[in-house]
């Protein structure tokens, strides 16, 4: 079953009127008021929009590490807000790969090891752990840095690693936060093609969110925000 | 295991830093340790006294002497069994203070009944009885000398009604050991001599130390000392007995509260080790606010963050431990051989890093990593995933 099949049986992610308040002191701001937003199985949805129009809120809460106000957010088939804080770490760790605009690597852990963090909370050997860490890093072309710390890397390999971590685990949905922002063009087009691939041949549904309109147009749908609320 | 390279490649990461806070918690360990170990011996010390034995001394100060006459009026007191002569006599070995040993002019009969503790083979005990210038030693002192019987030694004494002008000449009469079980502590690095040969020595100027007494029975101690103090009421030398314990213990209490000045310093150590470890920890935490975000956006769970920081904590506490243990036990090793304060120590038989104080001090490292630990592990446990990231 290729996973465009999948994607017309179930969606990926599904936010239910979504709405999301911080508290600044006494005053209450409004993030996101009332958002619908479905994402099927194996789509590749880019979410745009200007600053502060919550586009990295939404991404928070469909990776299950912020929580909605109100509604509801489901996503690979479980509800994000019926789950306790332990539960939620333990859902991350198995459906959701989180790729970061700085990379956010651990500078004293080398690429192995980074790439085999999220592998530490599965019940894998070591062997096994390390197996999957180098098929990853073999993905993303980096096998040959393995043994090289983030400081040794450039900034697209870095990002590189970054993927490789984030998909070493298998999970079902992927999110990115603006993962292109911090590279050149040409590293910015490597990492796009490699998001790419893990869409159409690994099935990965991916939200990315992205302020770049030629990130955006490597994207299957393009969604605005403005103000807390889809506007296309 | 694990997890242990993510703590141990921080700790090698930041290599001094982890460096300094070790060697902080090591000198921390290694004072509290080392003075622990002094309170220690000193307690000991104290609780060798047989119950049955009392000591009496010159009332003002243990500096000045009693009459020889004092000893037979003392004998004949009720309840009394047998007196010795107990004096210090301060000899020096090869006229150094390195080679100090404790040297005591005793009457050899009453001694041996006195002290059983003294294991003697009669060949020998018959010998230093009869020997005006004989001595018996200690196992330790002649396996450290290697003295043997019929071996001479001199000693000078640095006291001045003891100096004679030369040195005073011993002759090996016989070399005691003891029952360790039996008589703990029982020193025997000792040396005893006829007080006889003192004072024929010194032209009958040498007066008395103190008079150690055998009671019939320790029920009656309080009677007994009252009674001898009361003979000598009126007299111009008062004196003052007291149990064998209670002499050990106001002898060493003339260095005041000892145990409470050695625990005061440790613990004022230990709580400034434990404010720099805490804000070395909290720094450390602070700088890794990123990684803590990251980890747990990767599904590591709160309390697992928690314990990775406690761990950290835990292990540097651990290896300060380790560190101050190795340098208490090379310190206390090497104590006895350090000038002035060796020929204090020397006076405490149970000087040594006992496991009780190895588990003490690894106790105090851990407890010392684990307090430091608890407010940046608490903190880490706290983060909350979208403020930690926000910040970098």
Same mark, same amino acid.
């Given at each position: 079953m ?6 017309t ?30 994402v ?5 949805l880019?979410?745009m ?18 929580r ?6 489901v996503?690979?088939g479980?509800e ?6 332990g ?25 192995l090891?980074n ?26 072309r ?5 043994k ?30 603006e ?7 040409q590293s910015a ?9 893990f ?25 605005h ?6 506007t296309? | ?8 490649k921080h700790?090698?990461?930041?290599w001094l ?9 090591a ?17 000991y010390?104290?609780h ?27 004998a ?6 047998n ?13 150094d ?19 059983p ?11 230093w ?5 004989g001595?018996?030693?200690?196992r ?21 009604p003891?100096?004679?002008g ?26 005893y001599?006829?007080y ?5 020595a010194?032209?009958q100027?040498?007066g008395?130390?103190?008079i ?25 030398v008062q ?9 050990r213990?106001s ?14 310093i ?10 720099v ?6 720094i ?18 709160s309390?697992?963050?928690?314990a ?5 904590a ?8 380790? $560190?101050?243990?190795? @340098? #208490? !036990?090379?310190?206390?090793?090497? /104590?006895?051989?350090?000038?002035? &304060?060796? *020929? =204090?120590?020397r006076q ?9 104080i ?8 851990? $407890?010392?990593g684990? @307090? #430091? !630990?608890?407010?940046?592990?608490? /903190?880490?446990?706290?983060?909350? &995933?979208? *403020? =930690?990231?926000?910040?970098?």
């Amino acid at each position: 079953m290729s996973a465009t099949e999948v994607a017309t049986k179930t969606g990926a992610v599904s936010v239910q009127n979504v709405r999301k308040f911080y508290q600044r002191d006494s005053m209450q701001i409004k993030v996101l008021d009332g958002l619908n937003l479905e994402v099927p199985q194996g789509e590749f949805l880019a979410l745009m929009g200007p600053s502060g129009s919550g586009k990295t809120t939404l991404l928070n809460l469909i990776a299950g590490i912020d929580r909605a106000t109100s509604g509801r957010v489901v996503v690979a088939g479980t509800e994000l807000g019926a789950l306790s804080e332990g539960q939620l770490a333990k859902w991350r760790s198995r459906n959701v790969g989180f790729i970061f605009q700085f990379y956010n690597l651990i500078p004293v852990l080398n690429a192995l090891e980074n790439v085999e963090l999220p592998l530490l909370l599965s019940p894998l050997s070591k062997r096994e752990r390390r197996e999957r860490a180098m098929t990853a890093l073999r993905i993303v072309r980096l096998a040959d840095r393995s043994k090289h710390y983030p400081g040794q890397l450039s900034g697209g390999q870095e990002q590189r690693v970054a993927i490789a971590r984030a998909v070493v685990t298998d999970p079902t949905v992927l999110v990115a936060d603006e993962p292109t922002g911090d590279l050149d063009h040409q590293s910015a087009e490597e990492i796009l093609d490699l998001m790419q691939t893990f869409n159409q041949e690994f099935g990965k549904s991916i939200v990315m969110v992205t302020h770049d309109p030629r990130a955006a147009a490597r994207a299957h749908v393009q969604r605005h925000l403005d103000k807390g609320v889809l506007t296309n | 295991m694990k997890f242990a390279p993510l703590i141990l490649k921080h700790l090698r990461k930041n290599w001094l830093r982890t460096l300094s806070t070790v060697l902080a918690m090591a000198v921390c360990i290694f004072l509290i340790c080392t003075l622990q170990t002094v309170v220690d011996a000193v307690n000991y010390g104290l609780h060798l006294g047989n119950a049955s034995r009392l000591v009496t001394r010159h009332y003002v100060s243990l500096v000045f002497n009693l009459p020889n006459s004092y000893k037979n009026k003392i004998a004949a007191i009720p309840g009394v069994q047998n007196t010795t002569i107990n004096n210090w006599f301060g000899g020096i070995y090869r006229g150094d203070m390195k080679y100090f040993f404790p040297n005591m002019a005793v009457e050899p009969e009453p001694f041996l009944q006195i002290y059983p503790e003294a294991m003697l083979p009669e060949d020998q005990k018959q010998a230093w009885l009869h020997d005006g210038r004989g001595c018996i030693i200690g196992r330790k002192l002649a396996e450290k000398w290697g003295w043997k019987v019929g071996d001479h030694f001199q000693l000078e004494s640095f006291i001045p009604p003891y100096r004679i002008g030369k040195p005073f000449d011993f002759i090996v009469d016989g070399i005691f050991d003891t029952d360790p079980v039996k008589y703990p502590g029982w020193d025997l690095t000792a040396m005893y001599f006829n007080y006889k040969y003192l004072y024929e020595a010194t032209g009958q100027r040498a007066g008395v130390g103190t008079i150690t007494e055998l009671i019939d029975d320790p029920k009656n101690a309080g009677r007994i000392s009252k009674a001898i103090d009361a003979e000598f009421e009126n007299s111009d030398v008062q004196t003052k007995t007291e149990t064998e314990q209670a002499f050990r213990a106001s002898f060493i209490a003339m260095a005041g509260n000892l145990a409470l000045l050695l625990n005061g310093i440790g613990l004022a150590v230990a709580f400034t080790i434990l404010l720099v470890t805490a804000n070395t920890m909290s720094i450390a935490v602070r700088e890794r606010q990123q990684e803590i975000g990251v980890l747990k956006t990767l599904g590591f769970p709160s309390g697992l963050v928690m314990a990775l920081v406690l761990i950290e904590a835990l292990l540097l506490g651990l290896m300060g431990g380790a $560190l101050g243990l190795i @340098l #208490a !036990g090379g310190a206390i090793h090497a /104590l006895p051989n350090v000038p002035f &304060i060796g *020929d =204090v120590v020397r006076q405490f038989p149970g000087l040594g890093l006992s496991p009780r104080i190895v588990s003490y001090g690894l106790g105090a490292a851990l $407890l010392l990593g684990l @307090l #430091a !630990g608890l407010v940046p592990a608490l /903190l880490a446990y706290r983060a909350r &995933i979208t *403020d =930690v990231l926000r910040q970098v």
